[in-house]
């Protein structure tokens, strides 16, 4: 990868990163850490992968991007925002009253395929949009990302079974597995490991990366399909609260927001001037 | 009505090509001519309702018209949050259809009755529902459906149900059809138990009563006009449901009479009360130990024009 290009995508996630911590400050809401967690993908997948028009956000050939994990909405807005769906300073209205901008990614908003929030939901919504490309010859990928949390979700083994039997080899499933859901570890809550083996049986080309490192990213985004005739599953590895030293790793922030003197630290440690 | 279903929808996926049709490994013997007709807009998601529901929004969110079917309350308990969540709140154009309405599954039990969908469906947003009373309905009301621009219930009984019409009605969503007109009760009828409905109002008849009937095959929106104007020419109006008295036909009118309609006129609510059919029998023997038999709607219905006449 050339260097520019490394700069270009780390330029985008902080600045993902530095929306989302100023969004949830102000908002004083929940789900800073599973943003922050999925901003390296996110910068990754709109500065290079996705063929997008922001100008038309309903071209009929676009990539469809389905936020599944929908609390992360933050990062999503903000990525959209940097891409020039709508204005940046619509940021500053997350979760205020009248806002177009709710806390979890919702349709409607330039940019944003479907709504999400209650999890398990977006990977059969992708599976259907992914058949239609498949029935009809379409050009267009559909990326869902998932949370590790709601693979504990039985529709999401429904549509994960479906997506092979039906060759669907333009869906990919991107799961941001930081290891930590709502209430504790994955191991501790509801173990999902081998998760990678578990996609594989499922009949998914599957391949593991580490979701902070933009090589591994975009070599996995590029490389898609994995297998032709066979959906793609990308098992990102990943830290809560990636970026942010005393957010990483940390349960209480998929519930907290930063105190102004946090908020302050948090900047500073992603080298952003308030 | 299942059959009269799958017709109508071939013949409208003839004229429209953004028809697709998906089933929950339902559909044996039923839905193969669609299948073989139209294979690339077909598919059997297997035993996953959920992943149907939200796959059909999917597909309509890419520009389809999708119908989901399968049996009982399989297409909507089952997959409630992909319905209100996927389809509804997207505004999606998915249709979903159920069949086995009311107590039609009768012996197989109580995980078959479909006697709550109505209220669940009406409950919401966006969501049109509709209950033909008879293959002739069945078949207007899949047409219709397929037109209508957003989510729909549709809520079928069976195959060889009777044939109410002798002609095809005027069918639009939303509009009751008058089956008859009477100057002293209305009788109104969701579904296939118009047949009872109809058959009732001839012994009324006999009984000196004239009812007039109407089929209110759309529960939502509700003819809101008809049921006042039933209010204002009639004495008294009953409702008739296979389906709890709880949220469904009965309510949706009572709600209109409360807030809309004159003091003056009387009313009842026919249907199962609240709660779970523990009895073990075929749909006849049913709709008699809860008051949907012929006889116990001119029963009842008796009883409310005894009201009306202060007889007691």
């Not at chain 2, 219905?301 to 009306?308: A, D, F, G, P």
């Amino acid at each position: 990868m050339s260097t520019q290009r490394r700069v270009n995508y780390k330029v985008l996630a902080t600045r993902i990163r530095a929306h989302a911590l100023r969004m949830t400050h102000r908002a004083k809401s929940s789900h800073i850490g599973g943003s922050l967690s999925i901003a390296d993908l996110l910068a990754v997948l709109y500065n290079r992968i996705l063929r997008l028009d922001p100008a038309h956000p309903d071209w009929d050939d676009r990539d469809r991007f389905i936020l599944s994990k929908g609390h992360a909405a933050a990062a999503l807005y903000a990525a959209l925002a940097e891409r020039g769906f709508f204005p940046l300073d619509w940021l500053d209205t997350f979760y205020q009253d009248g806002s177009h901008l709710p806390g979890h990614i919702t349709y409607g908003v330039p940019g944003v395929e479907v709504s999400t929030g209650s999890l398990g939901h977006g990977l059969s919504i992708g599976c259907g949009m992914a058949l239609v490309g498949k029935r009809d010859n379409r050009t267009y990928r559909v990326f869902t990302l998932l949370s590790d949390g709601e693979c504990d979700e039985g529709s999401t083994w429904e549509a994960a079974l479906f997506a092979p039997h039906h060759h669907l080899d333009n869906l990919i499933a991107i799961v941001d597995y930081n290891k930590i859901q709502s209430f504790g570890a994955v191991k501790e809550v509801l173990n999902l490991d081998p998760l990678a083996d578990k996609w594989q049986a499922f009949g998914w080309a599957v391949r593991e990366i580490n979701g902070h490192d933009f090589n591994q990213i975009e070599n996995a985004l590029l490389g898609i399909p994995f297998k032709v005739g066979q959906p793609s599953c990308v098992i990102a590895h990943t830290v809560k609260g990636k970026g942010v030293s005393f957010m990483e790793g940390q349960l209480a922030w998929h519930y907290r927001h930063p105190s102004d003197e946090e908020l302050q630290q948090a900047l500073a440690e992603l080298g952003v001037s308030e | 009505m299942r059959t009269a279903f799958v017709r109508a929808l071939i013949d409208r996926a003839r004229n429209d090509e953004r028809i697709f049709l998906l089933v929950g490994d339902v559909g044996y013997s039923l839905v193969e001519p669609f299948a073989q007709e139209f294979p690339d807009r077909f598919a059997n998601v297997g035993v996953a309702e959920q992943n149907m529901t939200g796959l059909a929004a999917g597909l309509a969110l890419c520009g389809k018209t999708v119908f989901t079917y399968s049996l009982a309350n399989f297409p909507t308990l089952r997959c409630l949050e992909q319905i209100r969540n996927d389809v509804c709140y997207h505004e999606a154009s998915v249709k979903i259809v159920a069949s086995g309405a009311g107590l039609m599954y009768g012996a197989l039990g109580l995980t078959h009755h479909l006697t709550e969908d109505l209220a669940i469906m009406r409950a919401l947003p966006n969501m049109t529902v509709i209950a033909p009373a008879d293959p002739i309905e069945a078949g207007l009301a899949t047409r219709a459906a397929a037109e209508w621009p957003g989510p729909c219930y549709l809520r079928l009984s069976k195959t060889g149900d009777p044939v109410i019409y002798k002609t095809p009605p005027d069918f639009q969503i939303g509009k009751a059809i008058s089956v008859q007109d009477g100057a002293d009760t209305t009788l109104i009828a969701s579904g296939g138990i118009l047949y009872n409905t109809i058959q009732a109002a001839k012994q009324l008849e006999l009984r000196g009563i004239k009812a007039r009937i109407l089929s209110m095959h759309t529960v939502k929106p509700l003819d809101t006009e008809a049921v006042l104007a039933a209010a204002e020419e009639t004495s008294a109006i009953i409702t008739i449901e296979e389906h709890s008295i709880n949220g469904g036909l009965g309510s949706a009118v009572a709600e209109v009479l409360s807030e809309l309609g004159n003091s003056r006129v009387v009313f009842k609510r026919l249907g199962l009360k609240d709660s779970f059919c523990s009895q073990v029998g075929s749909q006849a023997y049913l709709q008699k130990l809860y008051s949907l038999s012929v006889d116990s709607i001119v029963e009842e219905t008796i009883k409310l024009w005894k009201r009306v006449t202060h007889e007691v």
